[in-house]
């Protein structure tokens, strides 16, 4: 599976962005899609995970201002934010999982990574 992330950009507090995550592969329909973050200084961090049947799991700080989800036809993952804040900034990674982890080491396939920057 390969990966490439797209759509990140510099806005305001408040404001919204929408990330996708372009993946190629046959078996993009059954692996476990996951949006991740690293802000500068700081460790690679879990944000927001979809199952192939569209179950989600999110990181409390993103609960109810984050959405992820997944196109299979298209084989395309998004992640809407909404109400971005300044400690969102980040580059932002999505990556694939045959495992049900939120630990970046257990997720086999990376993406580029995209940089999301919010000013206050």
């Known amino acids: 599976v390969q990966l490439q992330a797209s759509g990140g950009g510099l806005v305001q507090a408040g404001d919204s962005l929408r990330l996708s995550c372009a993946a190629s592969?046959?078996?993009?329909?059954?692996?476990?899609m996951a949006w991740f973050r690293q802000a500068p200084r700081k460790e690679r961090d879990f944000v927001a995970r979809i199952t192939s049947g569209g179950s989600t799991n999110y990181v409390d700080s993103v609960k109810g201002r984050f959405t992820i989800s997944r196109d299979n036809a298209k084989n395309m993952v998004y992640l809407q934010m909404n109400s971005l804040k300044p400690e969102d900034t980040a580059i932002y990674y999505c990556?694939?999982?045959?495992?049900?982890?939120?630990?970046?080491?257990?997720?086999?396939?990376w993406g580029q990574g995209t940089e999301v920057t919010v000013s206050s």
């Open positions: 592969g046959r078996t993009f329909s059954s692996i476990i």
């Open positions: 990556a694939a999982s045959w495992s049900m982890a939120t630990l970046p080491s257990l997720y086999n396939y």
